[in-house]
Every structure is written in structure tokens, then in C-alpha cells.
């Protein structure tokens, strides 16, 4: 029987589909550009960045453990795809915005197969 933590858990993983998929569609239609305040795009990205190293010594049990590596290396991963937003030329943006909706399309893939898994 399903917990409601279980079912939180599984909600987030399919929100990290839905926005990985709203970056892949932003970065295919090409509306993407610095914002006016680059700094903000800075601190999102290192925000991210912590939050992976927060997700990545949490103490967690053997058996989701790996679930927790999972978020925590593609947390980190997209906080460096938006760093490099903000330092690469221009034109990469999109390619950058891309490979990150698709780590986070792909998190949130494994994360409900990874769900399903257990009993």
C-alpha cells in the first residue's frame, strides 16, 4: 500500500519530468537569452549546485540510497549546465538549457521506474 510520503516523492520525481521538459521545449523554440540581471542566473545555478551537495551527505538508508545519488548528480549536473549559461558565449544557451531539461527529463524517468521498483 502506497504511503503518502511515497506519493510525494513520486509527485516530485514526475514535476522534474514536466520541468525538464518545459526547458527541453523552451530551448527547441529558441526563446532563450540572459536575463537582465545575470546574477540571478548565478545564484540559481549555485543554489542548485548546494542543494546537490546537501542531497549528496544526507544519511540515507541502503536501500535508497542510490535514488539519493541519482538526485543529488543530476542536480549537480544542471547547476553546472547553468553556470555555463551564464559564462559560454550566447549562442550555447540553448544547447545548455537543452541537456539540462533533458538530465532532469531523464531524473525524473529513472526516479519513477526507481519508485515502481519498491515494494
Known sequence: MPTSANLLRLL????VFLLGALMILLAITGRVGLPARPSSLLLLAVLVI???VRVWIAREPG?????????AASLALVGVLLLG???LPLRHANL???LAGGVLLL????GAILFTRHP
Open 12 to 15: 516530485g520525481e514526475f514535476i
Open 50 to 52: 548546494y542543494w546537490a
Open 63 to 71: 536501500a535508497v540510497r542510490l535514488e539519493t545519488r541519482i538526485r
Open 85 to 87: 549559461i551564464r559564462f
Open 96 to 98: 545548455l538549457l537543452g
Open 107 to 110: 531524473r525524473g524517468l529513472v
